[in-house]
């Protein structure tokens, strides 16, 4: 690999691991933010309401 | 200690949170994908365009996505259709909102179908079934298993066939969407994704300490495997045809390759040794399809999805954070780990040569399987691997089922178990007939084609109009920035209203000019792409129609849903949030 490949490869993996980094850092530190931060995760309504009337 | 466990619990619970957002966001694409395009462009270049793409069009539209899925769905809309009507308040917008209906549901067709070929190798890396001499080999093997040899051919319940583990597949994401999200999606996140990582980091360290696995051949290596993927310039070895044109040969990476080839091309009159650099890839259309390309599909904008899940939020949610940390854990995914595994591994065990064009399936199931027989303990790491596609697929493919349940459970007043029913009947039809069309794999291409691409273009660009000009950027901007711990810069003020409009616009008539009309360069002779060959020039592929027929009519029947629905009159059904 050449020096500009490495400069690249440092560049590209440099950033999303520290933008990565900061998102966890951020929802880790910031009170309150782990109830508030969501991925495809949680209870919908019609499931709950389905649930609730078994 | 008491304290102290319950610090340790709630770090705990946060982890959780994060793992099971990064775990929604990573797919197939991660792995397979963007190793093979970032490589085939050069690593400067492509890069370049992928982090612009990314800035441009990927965090915009997913931030847009998220802050108008919770907008509407404090009115009580959970479907891309209700959505897009509740956020313009135009009756019209509903009718383009079917298209973030049909896109989730007829990927989800054909992504099954290849959730299932990982299940199937992992399996039989598992049970010492997968042992291939060459790549040539590795891919008879892949065309056999998948049924590309011949319509019908991939309908067999033999290990060695695709059929058996399609059943379990589309039977598994059914139970996990039919026991809830929280029991089914948050399970599989919650173990799925740690695994995953963990795989993925086992993997790497074992790439990157292969070095130069065959003493013979040196420049078999792992460093040239970074040097193919990374190396902003490329150079090629290129000969002269009949007719004068320059054409690649090969493609170059080491001293030794490159020195050896100057020797051979000589005076350079039938050879010659030439270097791409990044500035002038850049000036390649071809090159930023590619870049935005894979950002919609890494980042699943403009699929509808996070348009419904959006919509359950609460109304003090995060979505700033929520979308950002989604991104970041798909791009580490993507650029850290299939970054630095996939093409490493298969130049280190079979040169660059071997690697080079070959396109996304082609690395992941012909060249990958091959690497993994050569490699020590090579079904373990097999296994490893294909196991971690599988999961990573797992996670995106029950998220594309929630935006069709969404819909009918809205737009016809049903409970949850008559629309999963109902769409687990739509989507099994679907899926039969990919399978079953399955020489050439021309079923699942053309779907690819025509809503992978084609309609995801449309949707997005629908959507960030419809944010940044039907509801206003400095409003949605506000609403954004309710219940967020960030702000977004001001820097997308102008970027959402007019630069990524531009840009998508911009790449979409470069799609429609080289992939769909076939024109390279200005003057020259259009030649059609096969797609639109497939449909009108003589003679007629059946199965492209076929495809097409499907989109229509899932298209068709969505369409006809809205328009009789009574779910659609009122922008604001349930009196303007809770």
């Given at each position: 690999?050449?020096?500009?490949?490495?400069?690249?490869?440092v560049?590209?993996?440099g950033?999303?691991?520290?933008?990565?980094a900061w998102?966890?850092w951020?929802?880790?530190?910031t009170?309150?933010?782990?109830e508030?931060?969501?991925g495809?995760?949680?209870e919908?309504?019609?499931?709950k309401?389905?649930?609730?009337?078994? | 200690?008491?304290?102290?466990r319950?610090v340790?619990?709630?770090?705990?619970?946060?982890?959780?949170?994060?793992?099971?957002v990064?775990?929604?966001?990573?797919?197939?694409?991660?792995?397979?994908?963007?190793?093979g395009?970032?490589?085939?462009w050069?690593g400067?270049?492509?890069?370049?365009?992928?982090?612009?793409?990314?800035?441009?069009i990927?965090?915009?539209?997913?931030?847009?996505?998220?802050?108008?899925?919770r907008?509407a769905g404090q009115?009580?809309?959970?479907?891309c259709?209700?959505?897009?009507?509740?956020?313009?308040?135009?009756?019209?917008?509903?009718?383009?909102?079917v298209?973030?209906?049909?896109?989730?549901v007829?990927?989800y067709?054909?992504?099954v179908?290849?959730e299932?070929?990982?299940?199937?190798?992992?399996?039989?890396f598992?049970?010492?079934?997968?042992?291939?001499?060459?790549?040539a080999?590795?891919?008879?093997?892949?065309?056999?298993?998948?049924?590309?040899?011949?319509?019908?051919?991939?309908?067999?319940?033999?290990?060695?066939?695709v059929?058996i583990?399609?059943?379990?597949v589309?039977?598994?994401?059914?139970?996990?969407?039919?026991?809830?999200?929280?029991?089914?999606?948050?399970?599989?996140?919650?173990?799925?994704?740690?695994?995953?990582i963990?795989?993925?980091?086992?993997?790497?360290?074992?790439?990157l300490?292969?070095?130069?696995p065959?003493?013979?051949?040196?420049?078999?290596?792992?460093?040239?495997?970074?040097?193919?993927?990374?190396?902003?310039?490329k150079?090629?070895?290129?000969?002269?045809?009949?007719?004068?044109?320059?054409a690649?040969?090969?493609?170059l990476?080491?001293?030794?390759?490159i020195d050896?080839?100057r020797?051979?091309?000589?005076?350079?009159?039938?050879?010659?040794v030439?270097e791409?650099?990044?500035?002038?890839?850049?000036?390649k259309?071809?090159l930023?399809l590619?870049?935005?390309?894979?950002?919609?599909?890494?980042?699943?904008v403009?699929?509808?999805?996070?348009?419904t899940?959006?919509?359950y939020l609460?109304?003090?949610?995060d979505?700033?954070?929520?979308?950002?940390?989604?991104?970041?854990?798909?791009?580490?995914?993507?650029?850290?780990?299939?970054g630095?595994?996939?093409?490493?591994a298969?130049?280190?065990?079979?040169?660059?040569?071997?690697?080079?064009?070959?396109?996304t399936?082609?690395?992941?199931?012909?060249?990958?399987?091959m690497?993994?027989?050569?490699?020590?303990?090579?079904?373990?790491?097999g296994?490893?691997?294909?196991?971690?596609?599988?999961?990573?697929?797992?996670t995106?493919s029950i998220?594309?089922?929630?935006?069709?349940?969404?819909?009918?459970?809205?737009?016809?007043s049903i409970?949850r178990?008559?629309?999963?029913?109902?769409?687990?009947?739509?989507?099994?039809?679907?899926s039969?007939?990919?399978?079953?069309f399955?020489?050439?794999?021309?079923?699942?291409d053309?779907?690819?084609?025509?809503?992978g691409?084609f309609?995801i273009?449309?949707?997005?660009?629908?959507?960030?109009?419809?944010f940044?000009w039907?509801?206003?950027?400095e409003?949605?901007l506000?609403?954004?920035?309710?219940?967020?711990?960030?702000?977004?810069?001001?820097?997308?003020?102008?970027?959402?209203?007019y630069?990524?409009?531009?840009f998508l616009?911009?790449?979409?008539?470069m799609?429609?000019?080289?992939?769909v009309?076939?024109?390279?360069?200005?003057?020259?002779?259009?030649?059609?792409?096969?797609y639109i060959?497939?449909?009108?020039a003589?003679p007629?592929?059946?199965?492209?129609w076929?495809?097409?027929?499907?989109?229509?009519?899932?298209?068709?029947?969505?369409w006809?849903?809205v328009?009789?629905?009574?779910?659609?009159?009122?922008?604001?059904r349930?009196?303007?949030?809770?």
């Amino acid at each position: 690999m050449t020096a500009g490949g490495w400069v690249v490869l440092v560049a590209s993996v440099g950033l999303v691991v520290a933008l990565f980094a900061w998102c966890v850092w951020k929802v880790l530190t910031t009170p309150g933010e782990s109830e508030r931060v969501h991925g495809f995760e949680f209870e919908t309504p019609d499931e709950k309401a389905e649930r609730e009337a078994d | 200690m008491k304290g102290a466990r319950a610090v340790q619990e709630r770090w705990g619970s946060r982890l959780g949170v994060i793992l099971a957002v990064a775990g929604s966001a990573v797919g197939l694409g991660n792995f397979l994908r963007f190793p093979g395009k970032a490589a085939e462009w050069g690593g400067g270049a492509f890069m370049l365009a992928y982090f612009v793409s990314l800035l441009v069009i990927g965090l915009p539209i997913c931030w847009a996505e998220w802050t108008m899925g919770r907008y509407a769905g404090q009115r009580g809309y959970h479907s891309c259709p209700g959505i897009l009507f509740c956020i313009t308040g135009r009756g019209a917008a509903k009718y383009f909102g079917v298209i973030g209906v049909v896109i989730p549901v007829i990927i989800y067709m054909y992504y099954v179908y290849i959730e299932a070929w990982c299940l199937g190798y992992a399996v039989n890396f598992a049970m010492g079934a997968m042992s291939f001499r060459s790549v040539a080999e590795a891919g008879a093997h892949f065309s056999a298993f998948v049924g590309a040899g011949g319509d019908g051919s991939a309908v067999g319940f033999r290990a060695d066939q695709v059929g058996i583990y399609l059943v379990l597949v589309f039977v598994l994401n059914f139970v996990l969407i039919y026991r809830g999200l929280a029991k089914g999606i948050e399970w599989c996140c919650k173990y799925a994704m740690p695994a995953l990582i963990v795989i993925g980091l086992v993997v790497l360290v074992r790439v990157l300490t292969l070095g130069a696995p065959d003493a013979a051949k040196p420049h078999h290596s792992v460093d040239n495997g970074l040097g193919f993927m990374w190396n902003p310039t490329k150079v090629v070895l290129e000969e002269r045809g009949a007719d004068g044109a320059w054409a690649r040969r090969e493609e170059l990476v080491g001293r030794s390759a490159i020195d050896a080839a100057r020797a051979e091309a000589g005076s350079g009159e039938s050879l010659r040794v030439r270097e791409i650099s990044p500035w002038e890839s850049l000036w390649k259309p071809e090159l930023w399809l590619t870049a935005a390309g894979q950002i919609f599909f890494s980042l699943s904008v403009g699929f509808g999805i996070i348009l419904t899940y959006s919509s359950y939020l609460k109304r003090d949610d995060d979505v700033v954070l929520s979308g950002l940390a989604a991104t970041s854990a798909n791009e580490f995914c993507e650029v850290a780990l299939g970054g630095l595994i996939t093409v490493p591994a298969a130049v280190a065990f079979l040169g660059v040569a071997e690697v080079a064009g070959k396109g996304t399936f082609g690395l992941g199931f012909h060249v990958l399987p091959m690497v993994f027989c050569e490699m020590p303990w090579g079904p373990g790491f097999g296994f490893l691997f294909f196991l971690l596609l599988f999961l990573a697929a797992l996670t995106s493919s029950i998220s594309m089922l929630q935006p069709g349940i969404a819909f009918l459970e809205e737009a016809l007043s049903i409970g949850r178990r008559a629309s999963v029913s109902l769409l687990g009947f739509v989507t099994a039809v679907g899926s039969g007939f990919v399978v079953y069309f399955s020489k050439g794999m021309k079923a699942l291409d053309t779907l690819d084609f025509w809503v992978g691409t084609f309609l995801i273009f449309v949707l997005a660009t629908v959507q960030i109009m419809m944010f940044a000009w039907g509801f206003g950027v400095e409003r949605g901007l506000a609403e954004a920035h309710r219940g967020s711990c960030l702000r977004i810069p001001r820097f997308f003020v102008p970027v959402m209203r007019y630069v990524c409009p531009l840009f998508l616009l911009a790449i979409f008539v470069m799609w429609l000019a080289i992939d769909v009309f076939g024109i390279h360069r200005v003057g020259a002779a259009p030649e059609m792409s096969g797609y639109i060959r497939d449909l009108f020039a003589a003679p007629v592929n059946p199965v492209a129609w076929m495809s097409v027929g499907l989109i229509a009519m899932v298209g068709g029947m969505v369409w006809l849903i809205v328009l009789a629905s009574r779910a659609y009159r009122d922008p604001d059904r349930e009196g303007g949030g809770k």
